[in-house]
Structures are given as C-alpha cells and as structure tokens.
C-alpha cells in the first residue's frame, strides 16, 4: 500500500483552504463522481465511517459530489482544491498509457488478472505516477464492476458493431471500436439516458453494477460481456502535503484500514457483480457472454493493433520502452 493525507477544509469563491482544527483533527473533503447504485460508490461511502473508526475521530472525511467534474477530479488532488478524491485512472491514460494498462485489448480478461497485475507490480508504478506527476498518495485501490455493452439491438457478431453509435470511457476501446467498424462517443454518464432514447447513441459500456442500477436495460433491453476493457479501476487519493500534515500514527492507522478497503474492493468484487446480474435476470434481462471465438475476432490484432500502437507511441514521447511494459504485464498474466 502507498501513503495519504488531510486538513480541515474552508470552501471560498469555488476553492477549497485546507486548515488544520487542531494539532490532531482534521476535516477532509473527498471528491466522487457522481454515480449512484454503483460498487465504486457503495466503497467510497465507506471511507468516511472506516477512516474515522481507525483514527478515534481525529479524521474526518466528507464525500461531496458536486464539488468538482469528472475530468478535473485528479487535478483538483493536485492542485490542492480537494485534499481527497475517488479518481479513475483512465481519465489520464491520453497523459501516461500506463494509467490505462488495463484497457488494452485482451490484456486483462477477468478481476483475478486485474487483482494480480495490480499486486505483482502495475499498482506500485502507478502510485509513483500519482506521487509524482500529481502530487497525491494512494490509499486504496479498486475497481468498478465488470464492464458489459447496454445497446438497443443485439451486439453478438464483429459485424454487428459496424456502424453502432456506442459510448466509451476509455482511448483503448475507442480506437478499437473505429478499428471494427463502430463510431465510439465519449459521452458523460448524465448525458446516456436521453442520447439512448434519442438515438444518438445506439449502445454504452458501462459497469454491470451501474447499468443495472440506472436500469439502463429499459432502454437497451441486451445487455453483453465482450470482455472488452472488462475492468476499470479506480483510486482513492490523497494530497501528498495534506497528508504530511497527519501525525504518522494516524497515518499508520489510516494505512492499515484502507488496506482493509482494497482487499476487500479486489476479492469481494464478484458479489457486487453477481447480485447485479441477479437483479437484471429477475427483471427479465439476461446477461449474454460472447464466445471465446466471437471476442478473438473483434479483439485480433488487425483491429487491436491501433489501440497498441498509442500507447508505444505515447510511451516513446515520455521517454520509456511500451513495448516491454506491455510484455512484462503478458508476462506476470502467463499471456
């Protein structure tokens, strides 16, 4: 696990003035997306009630999901706006590839690859590129809940994503996507419900967990697992000079419950998915899984091959071996 940090907040003219109540109490306000009936949301609520147990109250934590944009929830750590943040890595892969090493096309299958490229050494990298590149220390790392394709119509061949109009989080599955034929759009959350019933967009990937809970599938009724980007981390963070300012008992203490937080992020992350899956069958939705075959074709190198070579070309301007990333990565995965 990595490090962290926290004041007491002073909001004024849209900026947040961190200072300390006391020599051992700290107020923190902790940025989130805006995502309800969702496992990233169900694991950022946790944080203020763990982090306050852990530290007797000397820490308090306080989600605000207004305060800053989706977009700007990194920088916001940095800049010192917020002290904390529940952030996503893929917002910065167009920065640093390596942010969204677990989007490359058949990299990651499954939460067990996730959790082991994560351990074995992607989440240290990362966490130094948070330090870094963003002046923030990881607490806690995770994912959302397996990502599966909402559309209107079937999506069951490589020939029936030509032409689809489908919403992306990610520049790995978007250039897949124009690779095979789709017109991938980067659209906000807010803005899927009325795009679908639109038809500005014919289909989202999105979490299982979310889809469900927005009951997405009343307006694309099939709900697919391309394995497609089938995980999506995100982190909680921590501004490194907040976090300095904690005695380092109470970071210690902090250390060792959001430790707690990511075991249980990584190896409870099936039930969340499951109970999700659950919900939609009894709702009259069925998941359907794409054969082995079906994915080998729409993820074959002639189309993957795009969403490779970003992330080579974009790890060559940053001055290191992408190539060699990615086949230390295939090689923890037995790949």
Not at 272 to 298: F, K, Q
Not at 317 to 326: H, M, P, Q, S
Request: net charge negative.
């Amino acid at each position: 696990m990595r490090a962290l940090a926290a004041p007491v907040l002073a909001l004024a003219a849209g900026f947040a003035i961190a200072t300390p109540a006391s020599a051992q109490d700290f107020d923190l306000t902790m940025g989130v997306l805006p995502s309800p009936n969702s496992l990233y949301t169900a694991m950022m609520e946790q944080v203020p009630e763990r982090i306050a147990k852990a530290t007797d109250g000397k820490v308090q934590v306080t989600l605000n999901d207004s305060l800053v944009g989706g977009t700007q929830i990194t920088a916001a750590v940095r800049d010192g706006r917020v002290p904390m943040s529940g952030a996503l890595h893929t917002y910065l892969a167009g920065e640093d590839p390596r942010m969204g090493l677990f989007n490359l096309p058949g990299l990651v299958d499954n939460m067990a690859e996730y959790a082991y490229l994560c351990e074995s050494f992607w989440c240290d990298d990362v966490a130094q590129l948070w330090e870094e590149n963003w002046n923030s220390v990881v607490l806690a790392e995770g994912a959302w809940c397996s990502q599966a394709l909402f559309s209107k119509e079937p999506i069951r061949t490589l020939e029936d994503f030509k032409g689809k109009k489908l919403r992306v989080h990610n520049p790995q599955t978007a250039a897949l996507m124009e690779a095979i034929g789709a017109k991938p759009a980067p659209l906000p959350l807010s803005e899927v419900p009325p795009a679908l019933e639109r038809g500005v967009i014919d289909g989202v990937f999105t979490s299982t967990c979310y889809g469900n809970g927005q009951e997405y599938w009343r307006l694309a009724k099939n709900v697919q697992n391309w394995k497609i980007g089938p995980i999506t981390g995100w982190v909680i963070l921590i501004n490194k000079d907040t976090w300095e300012e904690i005695p380092q008992d109470l970071r210690a203490a902090i250390r060792v419950e959001m430790d707690d937080l990511q075991h249980e992020a990584l190896y409870d992350f099936y039930t969340y998915v499951n109970a999700a899956v659950d919900e939609m069958a009894e709702n009259g939705v069925e998941l359907w899984t794409a054969p082995a075959s079906e994915i080998a074709r729409v993820t074959a190198p002639e189309y993957s091959e795009a969403a490779y070579k970003a992330f080579y070309d974009r790890a060559a301007e940053l001055g290191f071996d992408g190539e060699a990333y990615v086949a230390k990565a295939r090689g923890v995965l037995g790949k």
